[in-house]
């Protein structure tokens, strides 16, 4: 397929996330994601971050599998997860799960620096090749266990995880500037949902439940 082929699926993928955001309003509050984000879906390339062997599902609205027996989040999932962080162009970024980085890039276009840690170091090499490729001068990556935060690097003004814990690391939420937003999914496996946290300006956390999710558990290898 030729590039022009490819943007032509992208912008089919953007129309289902439309539909799906549809579907879900009850759920989210509103009909639709906001601008920004569907401008960096409709801009970054979801082909340059997958595998060849399913290079032809790569605009699907599905997962997908990045190797290590892990999988690229649906495209609707990274959306609106983008979304409800409210990213702005001089937010500090951490994510946890870099995967092949393409919710990363993602994040990337939207804030000014993004700090990344995967727990697979195979995963961590080839992410850091696709993003540098796509041409990421603002993203830092990390090889380690993401469920302590980056404290070296606190902190954040926006938190996105990719794995699910059982309950929200207290780390995370620590790391987290005042002010700031915490999304990831949460719960025992057959329970899981996806989550917003807020930290308001003295210090005090309110937790949101959006939708029910599927995924990893954070404390086994993590996907992105």
Request: charged share 20%; proline share 5%.
């Given at each position: 397929?030729?590039?022009?082929?490819?943007?032509?699926?992208?912008?089919?993928?953007?129309?289902?996330?439309?539909?799906?955001?549809?579907?879900?309003?009850?759920?989210?509050?509103?009909?639709?994601?906001?601008?920004?984000?569907?401008?960096?879906m409709a801009s970054v390339p979801r082909?340059?971050?997958?595998?060849?062997?399913?290079?032809?599902?790569?605009?699907?609205?599905?997962?997908?599998?990045?190797?290590?027996?892990?999988?690229?989040?649906?495209?609707?999932?990274?959306?609106?997860?983008?979304?409800?962080?409210?990213?702005?162009?001089?937010?500090?970024?951490?994510?946890?799960?870099?995967?092949?980085?393409?919710?990363?890039?993602?994040?990337?276009?939207?804030?000014?620096?993004?700090?990344?840690?995967?727990?697979?170091?195979?995963?961590?090499?080839?992410?850091?090749?696709?993003?540098?490729?796509?041409?990421?001068?603002?993203?830092?990556?990390?090889?380690?266990?993401?469920?302590?935060?980056?404290?070296?690097?606190?902190?954040?003004?926006?938190?996105?995880?990719?794995?699910?814990?059982?309950?929200?690391?207290?780390?995370?939420?620590?790391?987290?500037?005042?002010?700031?937003?915490?999304?990831?999914?949460?719960?025992?496996?057959?329970?899981?949902?996806?989550?917003?946290?807020?930290?308001?300006?003295?210090?005090?956390?309110?937790?949101?439940?959006?939708?029910?999710?599927?995924?990893?558990?954070?404390?086994?290898?993590?996907?992105?």
């Open positions: 397929m030729t590039e022009s082929d490819f943007a032509a699926l992208r912008q089919g993928m953007i129309g289902e996330i439309a539909a799906h955001t549809v579907f879900a309003t009850g759920r989210l509050g509103k009909a639709a994601l906001s601008r920004r984000v569907m401008d960096a082909h340059h971050f997958v595998r060849s062997e399913v290079l032809s599902l790569a605009y699907a609205d599905t997962p997908l599998p990045s190797g290590c027996g892990k999988t690229i989040s649906q495209p609707f999932i990274v959306a609106l997860m983008t979304d409800l962080l409210d990213l702005q162009p001089g937010d500090r970024v951490l994510e946890i799960g870099t995967g092949l980085g393409y919710q990363t890039a993602i994040l990337a276009s939207l804030a000014k620096q993004v700090f990344s840690v995967e727990l697979i170091g195979e995963l961590a090499t080839d992410a850091a090749g696709r993003l540098a490729a796509h041409g990421c001068t603002n993203v830092t990556l990390r090889v380690g266990d993401g469920s302590g935060g980056w404290p070296e690097q606190a902190p954040f003004d926006k938190i996105i995880v990719t794995a699910a814990p059982e309950q929200v690391p207290a780390a995370l939420v620590e790391q987290l500037r005042s002010g700031g937003r915490l999304v990831l999914p949460a719960g025992a496996a057959e329970a899981q949902q996806l989550c917003l946290l807020e930290k308001s300006a003295s210090g005090t956390v309110t937790q949101r439940a959006v939708l029910p999710v599927r995924f990893s558990a954070l404390d086994a290898p993590i996907d992105g």
